[in-house]
């Protein structure tokens, strides 16, 4: 955002136009904060982490999204005024493109998707057999995990390190959750 250096560990800003994340200095993600700085152009990457335990799921609806692993992200693209659902791949992340009319009916039932920040905070989701995780992050997490998978991505499966790497990075995202 500005030519303040910053460490490894840092905020991020979203422009909401050109759909894209910008690395902020801690007095940038401040400026922000209030929204009004930027008309809407900018919006800071909240920093909160929520376990979603009364999310309900079924293998029906996942399937229904398109998505053929088993780890997805949605988030609410306030310009197009709707959800979009992505899944990371060795390619990066990759956009379902089908109908999610199933996913607006699960937050329409749901207190804590409702409250979901636009274009910033993302769902995640984790299924587990036929049971899903599902955690509300800051959408900088999701990019994250993105690149775990296509930084160690290996063969059809994946392999063996990078569902370590995934399993270690939901570690993560629980304690977070939990504090
Ligand atoms: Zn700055």
């Known amino acids: 955002m500005c030519a303040v250096p910053i460490g490894p560990e840092h905020s991020h800003l979203a422009d909401i136009q050109d759909h894209r994340l910008l690395c ?29 335990a009364d999310f ?35 390619g990066g992340a990759t956009e379902s493109l089908l109908d999610l009319a199933g996913w607006n009916e699960v937050v329409a039932g749901d207190p804590l998707l409702q409250g979901l920040v636009p274009d ?30 296509r ?10 390190d990078v569902w370590r790497r995934i399993d270690a990075f939901f570690a993560g995202v629980q304690e977070r959750s939990r504090g």
């Open 24 to 52: 902020a200095c801690r007095a940038c993600y401040l400026l922000f904060t209030d929204g009004g700085a930027s008309r809407g152009h900018y919006r800071v990457v909240p920093e909160s982490y929520r376990y979603n």
């Open 56 to 90: 309900a799921l079924s293998p029906a609806q996942w399937d229904a999204m398109g998505i053929p692993v088993n780890l997805a992200f949605l988030f609410y693209q306030s310009d197009q005024g709707r959800y979009v659902a992505f899944y990371p791949s060795p």
């Open 120 to 149: 910033v905070e993302a769902v995640l989701l984790r299924r587990l057999d036929d049971t899903f995780e599902c955690h509300l992050v800051p959408i900088d997490a999701c990019y994250e995990l993105v690149g775990i998978v």
């Open 151 to 160: 930084q160690y991505w290996e063969g059809f499966a994946g392999g063996e």
